[in-house]
């Protein structure tokens, strides 16, 4: 099939991209600014970004001194998320798995 030939309407190429973008879980970015913004102010306090894609982060605290060294439960470390209106959550993390 030529790359012009209309489908639905639309040319082949403007219809591959709306198709694109209805798998996108964040095609305006909403999400990602948002736990952009709301990471950069946690940073600031002193959490550290362990993991994150566009909507989800895990953050924890840093430790400082000898306590990085001992074993236990993890200090501060939380998931944070961002809903389809922009709204961040943060909630507890599972510990780390040895």
């Known amino acids: 099939m030529p790359a012009t030939t209309p489908l639905l309407g639309v040319g082949c190429q403007a219809w591959l991209a709306i198709l694109a973008l209805v798998g996108e879980v964040d ?3 909403t999400r ?3 736990l952009d913004a709301f990471l ?4 600031g306090e002193g ?3 362990e993991t994150r894609t ?3 982060a895990i953050i ?7 306590k990085r060294f ?8 939380c998931v944070v ?6 709204r961040v959550a943060m909630r507890p993390a599972e510990p780390r798995r040895a």
């Open 70 to 77: 001992t074993s236990g439960a993890d200090a501060g470390r």
């Open 60 to 66: 924890s605290r840093r430790l400082k001194g000898l």
């Open 54 to 56: 566009d909507t989800h």
């Open 27 to 29: 095609p305006l970015g």
């Open 47 to 49: 959490y550290v970004v």
């Open 40 to 43: 950069d102010q946690k940073v």
């Open 81 to 86: 998320e961002v809903d389809e209106d922009g």
């Open 32 to 34: 990602r600014d948002a």
